[in-house]
Nanobody
Framework: VQLQASGGGSVQAGGSLTLSCTVS????????VGWYRHPPGDQRELVAS???????YYRDSVKGRFTISRDNAKNTVYLQMTSLKPEDTAVYYC?????????????????????WGQGTQVTVSS
């Protein structure tokens, strides 16, 4: 199983970007996908997540500006980011809580939120 993150870039304040996280490989069920970010000189933080396709979480600083959505047919989760601010500058990572077929059958151990994509840089200039 692999998570492929893409869509980062450099924009000016007020601009928009959409990040994509595509899950590939043998997957039985995707329970949740989240977007984290690691700002320079700070700790990694959860930005937004979608659980079971209908439960959403957003950190306060992005509410009203970011939207997380899930396309089950494409096994892809998107993070639409609008009205970007310089403080949104960070490396963004996607994370998934999922079950492979072997884990769903109980043949392999399951660890929640075990899968990470590579980071994608978002830089917002003032």
């Amino acid at each position: 199983v692999q998570l492929q993150a893409s869509g980062g870039g450099s924009v000016q304040a007020g601009g928009s970007l959409t990040l994509s996280c595509t899950v590939s490989g043998e997957v039985a069920k995707i329970n949740a996908v989240g977007w984290y970010r690691h700002p320079p000189g700070d700790q990694r933080e959860l930005v937004a997540s979608v659980v079971d396709a209908d439960k959403f979480y957003y950190r306060d600083s992005v509410k009203g500006r970011f939207t997380i959505s899930r396309d089950n047919a494409k096994n892809t989760v998107y993070l639409q980011m609008t009205s970007l601010k310089p403080e949104d500058t960070a490396v963004y990572y996607c994370n998934a809580d999922l079950l492979t077929p072997r884990q769903a059958m109980g043949v392999e151990n399951y660890s929640p939120y075990a899968y990470w994509g590579q980071g994608t840089q978002v830089t917002v200039s003032s």
